[in-house]
């Protein structure tokens, strides 16, 4: 009869502990990547108010969708010149369609754009700053040179609470585009 009020003792003393360890927090869920479908680079020669250059990324049906991406250039760079440049971002498997550059400038501190020059004489500064007066590359100035072709690759980093200012730098990318650039 011991042996009988044993057992579930026994059993109670093992079910209890592992009870109550499973009943600790719910873990911290990671965030979210942002969901970019459009970025657009508006390029503003120095002088005047109206872009001559537009740079486009488009996958309207996102990443898991059918359809290629497009990227696409309208205007010419002309050499020799200074750009006010400006990103567009936007979620348009939304809707209504989702502004995200409002997104990212309102969590700034947790993002960085990251710009890559190969082989074209073209240059990048001035980046609009954060809070921290870290870099974030939303706004900048894209300085042209003599006659030569390449790519400009725009990469959006998301650092949560990992911001250096530094290129890549730590987390995660939320998107990567590399235009086609020629300077005649």
Not at 70 to 76: C, L
Not at 132 to 137: K, Y
Not at 153 to 167: F, I, N, S
């Amino acid at each position: 009869m011991k042996l009988t009020y044993l057992i579930p003792s026994l059993f109670l003393l093992i079910l209890i502990p592992l009870l109550y360890s499973s009943c600790g927090k719910d873990p911290v869920p990671e965030p979210q990547a942002e969901v970019i479908t459009t970025l657009e680079v508006a390029l503003t020669p120095a002088g005047s108010a109206t872009p001559s250059i537009v740079l486009k990324f488009s996958d309207p049906d996102g990443e898991i969708g059918a359809m290629p991406p497009e990227v696409t250039q309208t205007g010419s760079f002309v050499a020799n010149t200074i750009y006010a440049a400006a990103l567009t971002l936007t979620n348009v498997t939304e809707v209504p369609p989702v502004n995200m550059t409002e997104e990212i400038l309102a969590e700034k501190e947790d993002h960085l754009f990251c710009y890559s020059v190969d082989l074209v004489n073209l240059s990048i500064s001035n980046f609009d700053l954060d809070a921290n007066l870290l870099p974030v590359g939303i706004t900048s100035t894209w300085t042209t040179g003599t006659a030569s072709s390449g790519t400009v690759t725009v990469v959006l980093r998301h650092q949560p609470g990992l911001k250096t200012g530094a290129c890549p730098g730590p987390g995660d990318t939320d998107i990567s585009v590399t235009f086609d650039v020629t300077i005649p």
